[in-house]
């Protein structure tokens, strides 16, 4: 048990304490394209939202295509690691904080384009009630008022559900290390010494957040959602669309999920930890996932086509035939049948074929959210004020920025915390307790057979 | 508002007459092939039927002034709101550019300010003084000539009586060569608009969305 232990400390705290040049290589290059988004959204605040290709009546696009496609890619992390803390599931430990922390960064990407999107980005404070001079408030009838509410509210929960067990984890890294990272991790673990009393309050503390964050996570992507529905614009004004969002976020955030696993487990060599079985397992939910989504888009189409009302119409044959058919189709190849293909076969569903059903489904999440939002305002109502849409440069540095963005911030993050809970590992490896519910006193002492 | 579709002709002068009266820049012809073009005031324009049978329909669009208007509840600022008068405001001051409001509105008759506002050589030389020119960044939008009906209400406030019917018309009404733009107080049962509004010829553009428009446009009669 202690060598095992040993070796698992060594392996999960190495990317910690050794830095090779190849890190700074990409930590460079990671800079520089979120660079070319900072300066593509500078370039815009300069000049005015002209420089994108937005026009009338195309009024939102790629900026709230980001926002909905961000947050959805966060649905990963809490949610799975809550509800497979929940429900105590074993194979979860080594997943968990690699999930969570796509959470965090994705909310934190997602959550500046409402600020980027506006014509005039200085004055975002507005849709906060702050105590203006001229008490004016929000108003608080506006989906967008809601949105900011229900991002704060899970930005703060999820960042506590990440910081909580990451605790015992900076306390190790505290008494490894020594001068000034000895006294920032010493701040980051809060005094922690691993007491019975210390180990009672974490297990609380974690149970709260598990259970209080399924609703938060699950209510976000259902505002996220009001943000369409509650327009009368065709299409739009659909009920369908609070739990259709949600399975999408899901969606996209396992599959986010596991093409970070596969990253993590390639570049910082962590075969050890992350096996196929946990590919396996993810690509099993992402499957459930791919289905569930396949029959949302169904019944949203099958209702449009069905109810046969003239505006919805327009915008369904759009989608459906005419010029956003090629990315409707795609959509619905990388979305549906691919994965659904990869990942019924136990011979296809290995890490490669998990992966590569993982990137279908990103693009095509992106893409489902492009075909939700500009087909819609693009043929609404009056035919003669439609139009179309064509992005132009700085929106497209900006969606690669904020790829460039995530695994910039994914990275850093991985060289500061250990990426794979090494107290949650260590407790799952005790040969008696591995497959029960321990207590606090076990746990306080079995933490404490690391020198 | 009442717009007779019968009698009008399609002639734009409202169009022009709208973007002398409230400062409305001129895109220019590539801003405008982007789909940036600035009208407050549209007339659009529907082919019936095929060549020789072919028939063409205009229609004047401009902001319905809502009283259910889908573009108020969205604001997440107050900027665009619904004044005591019953007037859909536009706040250009408190306007953010969300362009949510843009997108909630069923007539796509919201525009926004993609640059700084620029007009065309000497346009530049008549801006009207009692409307405030719009920056980068916000929504605007037809405001019914809201400087005239203030105008209007002072004026008629000092010599301390009503507003009377026809003494006060927006930009579009005054400039209509045919008189297809009637503008009037509705709860006024003998003005004008009053009468063309109860004249069974009314229908309410895209009345089933629910909005409640305030503008009624009388049904096309003569074939010619």
Redesign the interface.
């Given at each position: 048990m202690s060598e095992y232990a040993d070796t698992l400390t060594a392996d999960l705290l190495r990317p910690i304490l050794q830095t090779s040049w190849r890190f700074w290589t990409l930590a460079f290059l990671l800079a520089c394209v979120v660079a070319l988004g900072v300066g593509a959204f500078a370039y815009q605040v300069d000049?005015?939202?002209?420089v994108w290709?937005?026009?009338?009546?195309?009024?939102?696009a790629f900026d709230i295509t980001n926002f909905v496609f961000w947050i959805g890619i966060s649905h990963a992390g809490t949610l799975i690691s809550a509800i497979l803390r929940l429900v105590n599931a074993e194979w979860r430990r080594p997943v968990t904080r690699c999930a969570e922390v796509i959470t965090v960064f994705a909310l934190m990407i997602g959550a500046m384009f409402?600020i980027v999107?506006?014509?005039?980005?200085w004055?975002?404070f507005?849709?906060t009630p702050y105590p203006s001079e001229r008490l004016?408030w929000?108003?608080f009838?506006?989906?967008?008022?809601w949105d900011?509410f229900a991002i704060s509210t899970y930005l703060t929960g999820s960042s506590l559900f990440l910081y909580l067990p990451t605790i015992p984890d900076f306390a190790l890294v505290r008494d490894k290390t020594t001068g000034v990272r000895r006294r920032v991790y010493s701040i980051l673990a809060l005094g922690w010494t691993g007491t019975t009393k210390q180990w009672h309050r974490l297990e609380s503390a974690m149970q709260i957040m598990a259970i209080a964050i399924v609703p938060v996570a699950v209510s976000v992507h259902t505002i996220v959602s009001f943000?369409f529905s509650?327009?009368?614009?065709p299409t739009w004004h659909s009920t369908i669309f609070g739990p259709y969002f949600v399975a999408g976020a899901i969606f996209s955030g396992i599959a986010a999920l596991i093409i970070a696993m596969a990253g993590l487990r390639k570049f910082l060599h962590l075969e050890k930890y992350l096996h196929p079985v946990h590919f396996e397992n993810l690509g099993k939910l992402l499957l459930m996932m791919s289905l569930l989504w396949g029959y949302f888009v169904f019944a949203e189409r099958l209702t449009t086509w069905y109810g046969n009302e003239g505006s919805e119409m327009t915008v369904f044959w759009q989608t459906q035939r005419l010029s956003y058919a090629p990315l409707f189709w795609t959509m619905v190849t990388v979305n549906f049948i691919v994965p659904v293909f990869i990942l019924s076969f136990k011979r296809l569903r290995t890490i490669a074929g998990c992966v590569t059903a993982s990137f279908g489904v990103v693009v095509g999440m992106w893409l489902e959210r492009f075909l939700i939002i500009v087909p819609a305002?693009s043929h609404?109502?009056?035919?003669?004020?439609w139009?179309?849409y064509r992005p132009r440069t700085p929106e497209i540095l900006l969606l690669i920025a904020t790829f460039g963005a995530m695994v910039m911030f994914y990275v850093l993050f991985s060289k500061i915390v250990p990426i794979i809970s090494i107290w949650e590992m260590k407790i799952g490896q005790h040969p008696q307790l591995a497959h029960e519910p321990r207590s606090a006193d076990e746990k306080a002492t079995m933490w404490r057979t690391e020198p | 508002m009442v717009v007779d579709l019968d009698t009008c002709t399609g002639c734009e002068a409202c169009v022009v007459a709208c973007h002398a009266e409230n400062n409305i820049p001129t895109a220019g012809p590539d801003e405008a092939a982007r789909g940036r073009a600035m009208h407050w005031l549209r007339v659009e324009r529907y082919w019936e039927g095929e060549f020789p049978n072919a028939r063409l329909k205009f229609r004047p669009v401009l902001c319905q002034q809502c009283d259910a208007a889908p573009c108020e509840s969205v604001c997440p600022t107050y900027a665009s709101h619904h004044t005591d008068e019953g007037l859909n405001a536009q706040v250009y001051n408190r306007c953010i550019g969300t362009r949510y409001c843009a997108n909630a509105c069923p007539y796509n008759v919201r525009f926004f300010n993609f640059y700084n506002p620029t007009w065309d050589k000497p346009l530049h030389l008549q801006f009207n003084p009692d409307v405030s020119v719009r920056e980068v960044g916000v929504m605007e939008k037809c405001t019914f000539c809201v400087q005239r009906i203030k105008a209007a209400e002072v004026t008629a406030e000092s010599e301390k009586r009503e507003i009377k019917d026809g003494e006060l018309k927006p930009a579009c009404a005054q400039t209509c060569p045919a008189s297809a733009i009637v503008f009037g107080d509705l709860n006024d049962p003998e003005s004008k608009v009053s009468q063309l509004w109860s004249s069974g010829r009314g229908e309410k553009l895209l009345e089933e969305v629910g909005a409640q428009p305030k503008i009624v446009y009388l049904k096309r009669q003569a074939m010619a």
């Open positions: 000049r005015g939202i002209g290709g937005l026009n009338n009546p195309v009024f939102w409402p999107h506006l014509g005039r980005p004055l975002f507005w849709l004016i929000p108003n009838r506006s989906p967008l008022v900011f943000d509650m327009a009368p614009v305002i609404k109502y009056l035919a003669y004020s139009g179309h | -």
